[in-house]
């Protein structure tokens, strides 16, 4: 079993930077990948960064590539989305998941996470 936990989100103005956090618990060594979705309510999710834990590599949306960098501290067992030039666009819950089998290269699809967080809001306004 895997525990997500983040937190970081909040109201900021377009133009701002944010960094969200997710702790994970538990069986984390058995954690292949990890990744950052985000949910406007009524929309459907959206896969946006994920990070191989043990080679650190990334997959981005094109959505948000050159905004958005996820990063991983393996020793405190914590992921991180650091997002610049905040647009009004972005505001939405974001997820932290966490996958044990198999991951995708070349896209982040929710299919392959079996263990998700609460979620953090951000909301960015004009």
């Known amino acids: 079993q895997v525990q997500l936990v983040e937190s970081g989100g909040g109201s900021v103005q377009a133009g701002g930077s944010l960094r969200l956090s997710c702790a994970a618990h538990g069986d984390v060594y058995r954690v292949n990948c990890m990744a950052w979705f985000r949910q406007i309510p009524g929309n459907e999710r959206e896969g946006i960064a994920s990070?191989?834990?043990?080679?650190?590599?990334?997959v981005y949306a094109d959505s948000v590539k050159g905004r958005f960098t996820i990063s991983r501290d393996s020793a405190n067992d914590t992921l991180y989305l650091q997002i610049s030039g905040l647009k009004v666009e972005d505001t939405a819950m974001y997820y932290c998941?966490?996958?044990?089998?198999?991951?995708?290269?070349?896209?982040?699809?929710?299919?392959?996470?079996?263990?998700w967080g609460q979620g953090t809001q951000v909301t960015v306004s004009s």
């Open positions: 990070i191989f834990r043990r080679s650190g590599s990334t």
């Open positions: 998941a966490a996958a044990l089998g198999p991951c995708s290269y070349l896209e982040v699809a929710g299919p392959d996470f079996g263990y």
